[in-house]
C-alpha cells in the first residue's frame, strides 16, 4: 500500500504557540488526504481534510496544505490551547481507494 | 458519537483460541473496515469491505478474517495463526469507499496470554 511518512512523532509546545505537523506519501493517484485527533482513549475523530484539486484549506485555527508535485501536505494549528493536546494522524487514500495512515505525532500543549 | 459500536470493551483469550470481535454501525455505510493499533505504529488497515458479501485484504490481514452477511455488520475473527494479537482494534465505517470521513468505533482492547 501507498507509504505515509510522518513527523515529528512527538512536539510539545507552550500555549499559544503554532504547532505544525508534515506528512509524505509515496503514491502520485492520491487524491484525499484527512487528519485525525485522537485524545487519550478515545476513537480518532476527523478534524480537517483536504482534496487534491485544493492547494489549502482552514477551519478556525486548523488549516491544512498541500503540495502535490512534492507528495507532502501539512497540519498548522495556531493560537493552541490546551484541549489541543492528542495524537495526531495524517493519512492518504491511495489509488485502491484505502486510506493509508501515518505513525501519527503526538502534541502537547502546556499551559 | 457517531452510531457506531464495537464489544466487548476488554477482551482476555488464551494463545491458541480464535477470537471474533464485534463491529455494528447503524449509519447506513456501505463501507466498513478494520484496523489495529499498536503503539508508535499507528493505524494499520487488517480488511475493508465495500458492500455485502465483499471484502479485501487490508496491509496486515494475515492470521485475521471477517465476514460481511449484512450492511451493519463487520465481525473481525482474530485466529490462533496471528502471531501477536494483543493489541487495541478499531472498527469504521464510511458512506462509501475514498475520499469520506471514516467513522470509528471505540475500539476493543484484545490481550492474548
Known amino acids: 500500500g501507498e507509504n505515509v511518512e510522518q513527523h515529528p512523532s512527538t512536539l510539545s509546545v507552550q500555549e499559544g504557540d503554532s504547532a505544525v505537523i508534515k506528512c509524505t506519501y509515496s503514491d502520485s493517484a492520491s487524491n484525499y488526504f484527512p487528519w485525525y485527533k485522537q485524545e487519550l482513549g478515545k476513537r480518532p475523530q476527523l478534524i480537517i481534510d483536504i482534496r487534491s484539486n485544493v492547494g489549502e484549506k482552514k477551519d478556525q485555527r486548523i488549516a491544512v496544505t498541500l503540495n502535490k508535485t512534492a507528495k507532502h501536505f501539512s497540519l498548522h494549528i495556531t493560537e493552541t490551547q490546551p484541549e489541543d493536546s492528542a495524537v495526531y494522524f495524517c493519512a492518504a487514500r491511495d489509488s485502491g481507494y484505502a486510506l493509508n495512515f501515518g505513525k501519527g505525532t503526538s502534541l502537547l500543549v502546556t499551559p | 458519537d457517531g452510531g457506531i459500536t464495537q464489544s466487548p470493551k476488554y477482551l482476555f483469550r488464551k494463545e491458541g483460541q480464535n477470537v471474533t470481535l464485534s463491529c455494528e454501525q447503524n449509519l447506513n455505510h456501505d463501507a466498513m473496515y478494520w484496523y489495529r493499533q499498536d503503539p508508535g505504529q499507528g493505524l494499520r488497515l487488517i480488511y475493508y469491505?465495500?458492500?455485502?458479501?465483499?471484502?479485501q485484504k487490508g496491509d496486515i490481514a494475515e492470521g485475521y478474517s471477517v465476514s460481511r452477511e449484512k450492511k451493519e455488520s463487520f465481525p473481525l475473527t482474530v485466529t490462533s495463526a496471528q502471531k501477536n494479537p494483543t493489541a487495541f482494534y478499531l472498527c469504521?465505517?464510511?458512506?462509501?469507499?475514498?475520499?469520506?470521513?471514516?467513522?470509528f468505533g471505540p475500539g476493543t482492547r484484545l490481550t492474548v496470554t
Open positions: 469491505s465495500q458492500i455485502v458479501n465483499d471484502f
Open positions: 469504521a465505517s464510511s458512506i462509501g469507499l475514498g475520499g469520506y470521513e471514516q467513522y
